[in-house]
């Protein structure tokens, strides 16, 4: 079962959980499992209608899914996800 | 019970000071590993990260890639990734209304330090976090502690 690891800014919301594993063929699967299994985290990975939302990036592995098949990237059973929320400001 | 102060260390916020004062007038920016108990946040390490906005006297953005590598960075350590700093080469103290609406939008209650730069020059070091719906900033106060 793949494995998502979950940003520090983001275990309030997973009991603390560093790394969840969720069943999911693709990367929109495994991101819906977590949010069925985490529901308050469904805002900070999912827009309302459901669209991943543009400031959250997403690995599998090394590999930014924006240069793979971005949500329908396929995972294999020891893949391991990382979401990383965008961080940016100004003056 | 919402946490209500941060203890940094003296070095730490030199550190800061030097690096918003070398960056000028470009923004500096980084991570802010630590812990964190019932009642306060514990700054453990300060990790510089690149500026790759595409105006850096006006702005900050992290690298993603980078980003994903200090996060397994503070997981190897046993730090949690407490927020982020950045400078303001303007000499604005506090968050901007770019902080505040990218904040929001982004969702981002970390804790958020700012230092302020004036001509080059530190002014200001302050720590702020994004608290409600649909968000403003508080400042939370600091306790500088020479001993870490």
Redesign the interface.
């Known amino acids: 079962m793949p494995t998502i690891?979950i940003?520090?800014?983001l275990?309030n919301y997973t009991a603390q959980r560093?790394s969840v594993h969720v069943p999911g063929a693709t990367v929109a699967e495994a991101l819906e499992s977590l949010a069925e299994q985490y529901p308050e985290l469904r805002?900070?990975i999912f827009e309302e209608s459901g669209k991943l939302r543009n400031?959250v990036?997403v690995?599998v592995g090394e590999e930014?899914v924006r240069y793979l098949k971005r949500e329908a990237t396929p995972l294999h059973e020891n893949d391991t996800i990382?979401l990383?929320?965008?961080?940016?400001?100004?003056? | 019970m919402a946490l209500d102060r941060v203890i940094i260390s003296s070095s730490h916020l030199q550190d800061l000071a030097q690096e918003a004062e070398a960056a000028f007038p470009r923004e500096c920016c980084g991570l802010l590993f630590g812990k964190k108990d019932e009642a306060s946040w514990r700054f453990q390490q300060l990790r510089p990260m690149r500026n790759v906005s595409l105006q850096p006297e006006r702005g900050f953005e992290f690298d993603v890639r980078e980003q994903l590598h200090a996060m397994r960075e503070a997981d190897a350590a046993g730090y949690e990734i407490l927020g982020h700093y950045h400078s303001h080469p303007n000499a604005r103290r506090g968050p901007s209304p770019t902080d505040l609406q990218l904040a929001r939008t982004r969702l981002d209650n970390g804790l958020w330090v700012i230092v302020a730069v004036a001509a080059g020059q530190w002014l200001d070091t302050s720590v702020w976090q994004l608290r409600g719906a649909p968000g403003e900033f508080v400042r939370i106060p600091f306790v500088e502690n020479s001993f870490e």
């Open positions: 690891n940003p520090s800014a275990r560093a805002r900070h400031f990036s690995f930014n990382s990383v929320p965008a961080v940016a400001g100004g003056v």
